[in-house]
């Protein structure tokens, strides 16, 4: 298991600054950009908790977070900062075939959830945008 610490800046004012309230809820991956280029989201990704996508969040109320890639579960906790967000999570490390699971894996954790700084903006009350300064992951509230 691997132990992380993350920032994630939120740099916009208005209806695009995240809030606790705003946050509260599940969030699935709908969409990826790596270095400027589409990330192909393979429709056959899943994961355990919910099979119709390829990753998720949960921010709960007191800053509880958990989540899913298509191949490891995290769990652990957020804070805000003024515009940013401080995530201590701990998310297992477990291998995953097929190809296109480790590269989903790949882009969810490595490139973003482990980046040292994040932005995190609001796009309306139902998407929310967590990028670095090459990946760029949108995901989509869920009742």
Known sequence: MAVMALLVAGCASGSDVVT?????????WVAATVDG??????????TEA???VP???????G????GEGPCNHLRGRYRLDGDRIVF??????VG????????AEAVL????????EVTATMRGDHELVLADEDTELVFRRIP
């Open 88 to 93: 201590d999570a701990t998310v297992t490390l």
């Open 63 to 66: 800053g509880i977070l958990e």
């Open 109 to 116: 954790v490595d490139d973003l959830l482990f980046a040292p």
């Open 55 to 61: 990753g998720w969040l949960r921010f709960r109320p």
């Open 96 to 103: 995953c075939m097929p190809e296109q699971m480790m590269e």
């Open 20 to 28: 606790p309230e705003r946050l509260d809820g599940t969030w699935v």
């Open 50 to 52: 919910r099979p119709d």
């Open 37 to 46: 280029e589409p990330f192909a989201l393979d429709p056959s990704l899943s």
